[in-house]
């Protein structure tokens, strides 16, 4: 296969591996988070507690609405290309940048329950985990978010199917 050529499900298995690598992620962070809280060997600052309490949502929102303003801007540009290799080049990048949006809000609610000891702060994780999950790569997704037509559709559908 020619440098602009990949079949559907090698486009799709990268982009799910990807998530998969990202939601796994964020669950292992945790994991370790929460047993340095439950040893007493993470940062128990409690000063930071306030401070963060009033950051985190803000973080957590901005995240989300830049998550999928940024998706939604690209997604538009992204349409404009004339070859389905492109488009859909260009829709993986578009959502990557959704992805680290919206895996940047939840490593930063890890971090703040490392940091103050607080567990609570792990609700922002689990929602930010929540919203990526749901985001997961998916053929019917990404034929409806790319507007394509039913050639196209088609090349995506097939596991075969060419995208070039």
């Known amino acids: 296969m020619g440098p602009n050529r990949i079949k559907s499900k ?30 007493g060997s993470a940062t128990n600052d409690t000063d930071l507690r306030q401070p963060l309490q009033y950051l985190l949502p803000v973080v957590a929102v901005s995240c989300t609405v830049s998550a999928f303003l940024f998706f939604n801007n690209r997604l538009h540009l992204v349409r404009l290309n004339p070859g389905l290799y492109e488009k859909t080049m260009e829709y993986r990048a578009a959502l990557i940048l959704k992805y680290a949006f919206l895996d940047g809000a939840a490593i930063f609610s890890i971090i703040s329950v490392f940091l103050t000891g607080f567990t609570g702060f792990f609700l922002y994780t689990a929602v930010m985990g929540a919203l990526l999950f749901v985001a997961r790569p998916a053929v019917q997704s990404t034929i409806n978010d790319l507007q394509l037509n039913e050639q196209d559709a088609a090349v995506l559908e097939d596991p075969e199917g060419i995208i070039e």
């Open 10 to 39: 090698d486009y799709f298995r990268a982009l799910t591996i990807l998530h998969g690598a990202l939601l796994v992620g964020i669950i292992l962070f945790a994991a370790i988070v929460t047993f340095l809280v439950q040893t």
